[in-house]
């Protein structure tokens, strides 16, 4: 027969692997969202560069322009 104490060690085990899987899918989850955002914001940045480029661009023809 088993101690009382082997039921409760054996119930937080199961308790403390069932809340890490729990914590392992939110961490999955906000890893997801995270390279979303990465994504997202890599996109933006690529737009900037190409807006820069072309106020560059207008910025050059305006001054030989007025040469």
């Given at each position: ?6 039921y ?34 890599s996109s ?8 820069k480029k ?14």
């Amino acid at each position: 027969m088993l101690s009382p104490s082997s039921y409760i060690s054996v119930g937080l085990i199961f308790y403390i692997l069932k809340a890490q899987e729990r914590r392992d899918l939110k961490q999955e989850k906000r890893e997801e969202n995270y390279q979303n955002i990465i994504s997202s914001l890599s996109s933006k940045l690529d737009t900037v560069y190409e807006i820069k480029k072309d106020v560059k661009d207008v910025k050059n023809a305006v001054i030989s322009e007025l040469r």
